[in-house]
């Protein structure tokens, strides 16, 4: 049974750029949400994605978008990156459907770091 | 908004101690997780409590969900070195849809020393 993966696993970019995360979901949800985990705090919830439509977002600027295809798997874009933006970004995916519970299923994050 | 804090921020125990770590939210909660990261690692899911006053067991680890459905607890018997990591607990904001964006604490770090 395969889980969340992620990719990559490292990426540094520069202030300015733009960049593209990765992240296919555990084998048989359909749900996925981004959390942003700066260092010494817990995850903060950035959007979530359900039938290739954001369904929710958390307090994050235009900036920060996603997209969601068939296969469930999800990408997560961020536009002219900040300093601030460092951080470890995680997936986790959840079924839709279930008994009104909200159990995640982390991957394992992309670490990115903005110079 | 919905706020989930955690306390303490770290503990620091000598293996076969106990510990504990508190949460409490700002808003009613539908329910509660709790996850465990450990160091290097991401969050992986512990356990969900859902019932007011709920208690669960996992070998050394009791989880409470308070009564009024806004505190939880965390408490580990006789702690060991893989205990080691932060543990979070995260409540999901608004009205319990599936699709519930989940709130975390800044968690509580535990180191234990042999």
């Known amino acids: 049974d395969a889980g969340v993966t992620q990719s990559p696993t490292h990426l540094i970019k520069t202030r300015g750029q733009q960049v593209t995360l990765r992240c296919s979901p555990k084998?048989?949800?359909?749900?996925v949400s981004w959390y942003q985990q700066a260092l010494g705090q817990g995850p903060q919830f950035i959007f979530q994605?359900?039938?290739?439509?954001?369904?929710q977002r958390g307090n994050f600027p235009d900036r920060f978008s996603g997209h969601q295809f068939p296969n469930y798997s999800s990408e997560l874009n961020v536009n002219a990156l900040l300093l601030g933006d460092s951080a470890l970004y995680l997936c986790?995916?959840?079924?839709?459907?279930?008994?009104?519970?909200?159990?995640?299923?982390f991957g394992p994050g992309t670490r990115l770091t903005v110079l | 908004g919905q706020q989930v804090m955690q306390i303490p921020q770290y503990q620091h125990v000598q293996e076969g101690e106990d510990f504990t770590t508190y949460c409490n939210s700002s808003t009613t909660l539908s329910n509660i997780q709790w996850y465990k990261q450990r160091p290097g690692g991401h969050p992986v899911f512990l356990i969900q409590l859902v019932k007011s006053g709920e208690v669960k067991k996992q070998k050394r680890l009791t989880f409470q969900f308070g009564e009024a459905k806004k505190n939880s607890s965390l408490h580990i018997t006789a702690t060991q070195t893989t205990d080691v990591g932060t543990y979070f607990c995260a409540g999901p904001q608004g009205q319990v849809t599936n699709a519930g964006k989940s709130t975390f604490g800044d968690g509580t770090t535990l180191t234990v020393k042999p």
């Open positions: 994605y359900y039938e290739e439509e954001e369904r």
């Open positions: 084998s048989g949800h359909d749900t």
């Open positions: 986790a995916s959840s079924l839709v459907g279930g008994l009104g519970t909200d159990t995640q299923y």
